[in-house]
């Protein structure tokens, strides 16, 4: 079996994907437009960056690392050695624990009943989650809109500075400074410099954040 039990005392890693702190957040009373009602995080420890995926159903989870363990691995040319999440069933599935052996990645599990142990996960979900609202209270656009919404705070929170790092987990990830002057009020009327027509700036297509 590839599961053991999280030590609190661990120490960070040292190097880009040995270790993916997970969680899936919801479900959410406000369905988001695409019929997304949760959404699932990965972090690295030692960047600090992540990658946020809308879902429908939790049952999606799995599929979705996937998704995720292929795109980063293949970016960076490193494999991911632990993946660190609660007991959440969508995590403890046979099928789950056989991807992760054949992969060679160790699951980290969180005692039960203890999310403040999961507290990367934790932390970040929180910090989007504040963010979203934020935006959308500042917004006059529906509640559905809250994906959108995410997507951009997950965009923007890879791109400013945390205490946790030395540098932007951007820079981190990807040895390059991130670039913000296109960045416009979420929500807001702009308009097109070629065409004068005005549309509303609604979300930043970026590599980390995602739908199913």
């Not at 996937?66 to 959440?88: A, M, P, T, Y």
Request: proline share 4%.
């Amino acid at each position: 079996m590839t599961k053991k039990p999280f030590n609190k005392d661990k120490e960070r890693a040292n190097e880009l994907l040995g270790i993916i702190h997970t969680d899936v957040c919801g479900p959410f009373s406000h369905v988001a437009r695409g019929g997304y009602r949760y959404f699932m995080t990965f972090t690295d420890d030692f960047s600090r960056y992540g990658y946020v995926y809308l879902i429908r159903h939790k049952s999606e989870a799995f599929e979705r690392f996937k998704e995720f363990q292929n795109e980063v691995q293949n970016q960076l040319d490193r494999k991911i050695k632990f993946l660190r999440s609660d007991r959440g069933g969508e995590y403890l599935s046979q099928e789950f624990d056989n991807h992760l052996m054949e992969s060679g990645i160790v699951s980290q599990l969180t005692p039960p009943y203890t999310p403040q142990m999961n507290g990367v996960s934790e932390m970040r979900n929180r910090t989007l989650l504040d963010m979203v609202r934020s935006v959308m209270c500042r917004s006059s656009l529906p509640v559905s809109f809250w994906g959108h919404a995410l997507e951009t705070a997950a965009h923007i929170l890879n791109r400013v500075p945390t205490k946790s790092v030395e540098k932007t987990p951007y820079e981190m990830w990807t040895g390059k400074k991130p670039k913000l002057s296109f960045l416009k009020i979420w929500g807001c009327e702009d308009q097109d410099q070629e065409t004068n027509d005005l549309f509303c700036s609604l979300l930043i297509l970026s590599t980390e954040v995602k739908t199913s």
